[in-house]
């Protein structure tokens, strides 16, 4: 399985971040074990989003740009529209102006 570093912009994975500098500056920890907690991290989250998730939704959107580079898409939709097909009744639909989806090949090392 791929274990991509992109999980390492989400919030968890800046905080991360923030608290290994943190303990390198203060001496309690060494750059290179920091650089295995934060494989360890990218390794886990890749886990777990494949095998602990199994929500869908449906979104739509206008394709503003593409590109496809190094086995990545990214994607830039405008009038973006999200929505749980298992609950629509309950929850309206998310609406913003402009999203970015970034998607990897799960089956591909990256490289």
Known sequence: MSTYQIYRNTTLGVTLQDTLDE???QGSLTEQ???KVLSEFDR????ALEKRTNKKCNFQGKLSTYRFCDNVWTLVLKEFTVKDPSNS???PPL?????????CDGKATPT
Do not use: F, L, R, T
């Open 23 to 25: 303990m390198i500056s």
């Open 33 to 35: 074990a920091a650089g």
């Open 44 to 47: 886990a989250i890749n886990v």
């Open 89 to 91: 009744s309950n929850s």
């Open 95 to 103: 609406h913003v102006d402009k999203v970015k989806i970034v998607a």
